[in-house]
């Protein structure tokens, strides 16, 4: 029966064209007739993965675009190479749309539904970011194209966001105010289901903590030595007895990244890096504060020194109904996304090779959901952007269903039909929103009441430490 379902689900029309004003089928007309470079460019950085804030090429396809469709381009934002902003039109409303382009390490796959690496080793788009920097530009291309036809005015900004997947740079251009002017942002990700994004995310901080001892002979005079690695797994120790401590929506993550090198010296280094997690930015930081507690104490039963150095930090997403549902509802007007009998195969190939069943793709749009106090899921820097701005979310069907992400099986479907498909419907998606919110400042005045009420009193302030991104070969 749910095989079934996800058939029917999966064939269901595309684009119902005559439920669109002449207006709205002029947008998404755009869309279509620019498919083919929106493909070329998505393969081409599908290609590249290049991973955080080494993007060089893929955001210069961007904004090499960008620039020939008229759009003011700003390259090397807030100390980033590889982040830029491109714009269009001038006045109010300013609406931005925010495009990621950062792969994964080690992760590459060829486009098909069995593992085997374009490159051995080397980076992959497992979270589809290849997709989604190239959807929102061309979101951002057709609203330029409506604003050159005169039927809208004000500003539309495109945003290229570097290194989402490791060093967030979305939290230096927040620092740096780039969003403050912005009256609407948009976003979406691909994912396995296409929806308005109405939940929220988790908030997280990074830190690396740093032991340092004194090494030692670690047979003739082991009592000489004082072991960095003890601290490390005495930490590590305690964040395990801790973790029955916390509240369900809490988690902390560990990564030793460094604790000597052989076996006979007793290490007088190493490196633990620690990312807590939790539904609210306000729960985050006293497990934070508490973890940091635990290094201290296992410094001090190591009888060795330690330093915790901060990455960064993230917000939970604002969430914004009022926009989601304008969404929502341009949603529901171009319908779910149609699949050939090719691509359903290919999605029960993907769900064969990584034991999942084989139900196929979902490409209906879902309804509009509740919001949830405390979703879980990942953690998302456009979560920043979103309290200083109201943020409108799309999630956009471009792997089958149950598909692993952030693995080899989002890459390989990031690199044929299925998330061509699903980059387009987020283009036209994003797009016709745009479009609305260009026509009816009722609703973006609805849609700001709700964020100052949603935001409260809070004042926004990123978790970063005061150096500039780490950008890789940059001195220090």
Not at 294 to 313: Q, R
């Amino acid at each position: 029966m749910r095989l079934t379902l996800l058939l029917l689900l999966a064939l269901c029309t595309s684009v119902s064209a005559q439920k669109l004003s002449p207006a709205k089928a002029k947008v998404v007309a755009s869309i279509d007739s620019r498919e083919g470079k929106l493909i070329d460019m998505s393969d081409k950085i599908w290609a590249l993965a290049e991973v955080a804030f080494e993007e060089g090429e893929s955001a210069k396809i961007l904004a090499d675009y960008a620039e020939e469709q008229g759009f003011r381009v700003e390259r090397g934002v807030s100390e980033m190479p590889t982040a830029f902003i491109a714009e269009y039109g001038s006045g109010k409303p300013i609406i931005g749309i925010l495009g990621e382009f950062d792969a994964l390490p080690g992760i590459s796959q060829k486009a098909q539904p069995t593992k085997a690496p374009l490159h051995t080793g080397a980076a992959g788009h497992g979270c589809g970011h290849n997709l989604f920097g190239v959807g929102s530009l061309g979101a951002a291309v057709a609203i330029k194209d409506a604003m050159d036809r005169g039927e809208i005015e004000g500003t539309i900004r495109y945003y290229g966001t570097p290194a989402e997947e490791k060093y967030f740079g979305k939290l230096y251009l927040a620092r740096d105010g780039k969003f403050n002017d912005l009256d609407v942002c948009l976003d979406w990700h691909p994912s396995a289901k296409t929806s308005a994004n109405v939940q929220s995310s988790l908030a997280l901080v990074d830190f690396v903590v740093e032991f340092r001892g004194q090494a030692a002979h670690a047979s003739s005079d082991p009592w000489n030595g004082r072991s960095a690695s003890d601290a490390m797994e005495l930490m590590s120790a305690g964040i395990n007895a801790y973790r029955e401590h916390v509240r369900p929506t809490v988690r902390i993550h560990t990564h030793m990244q460094q604790a000597g090198d052989v076996v006979n010296v007793v290490p007088d280094y190493a490196k633990y890096w620690v990312r807590v997690r939790d539904s609210k930015r306000d729960g985050m930081i006293p497990v934070w504060e508490r973890v940091k507690k635990i290094a201290e104490g296992a410094a001090i039963m190591a009888n060795v020194d330690y330093e915790i150095s901060l990455v960064s930090g993230l917000h939970e997403v604002l969430v914004n109904r009022t926009g989601g549902r304008l969404l929502q509802d341009n949603m529901e007007l171009l319908g779910g996304i149609e699949y050939t009998p090719a691509e359903i195969k290919f999605a029960y190939g993907i769900q064969k090779s990584t034991d999942k069943e084989q139900v196929g793709l979902d490409g209906s749009v879902q309804p509009f959901q509740e919001t949830r106090e405390n979703p879980g899921g990942g953690s998302t820097d456009v979560g920043d952007v979103s309290w200083l701005v109201p943020e409108i979310r799309l999630g956009v069907t471009t792997a089958p269903v149950g598909t692993p992400w952030h693995s080899w099986a989002v890459v390989a479907c990031g690199g044929m039909s299925i998330g061509h498909k699903g980059m387009k419907y987020a283009a036209k998606a994003l797009a016709l929103t745009a479009y609305d919110l260009y026509q009816q400042p009722e609703t973006v005045k609805a849609i700001r009441e709700e964020f100052e009420t949603r935001r409260g009193d809070a004042k926004y302030e990123a978790i970063l430490p005061a150096a500039g991104p780490p950008i890789p070969g940059k001195k220090k």
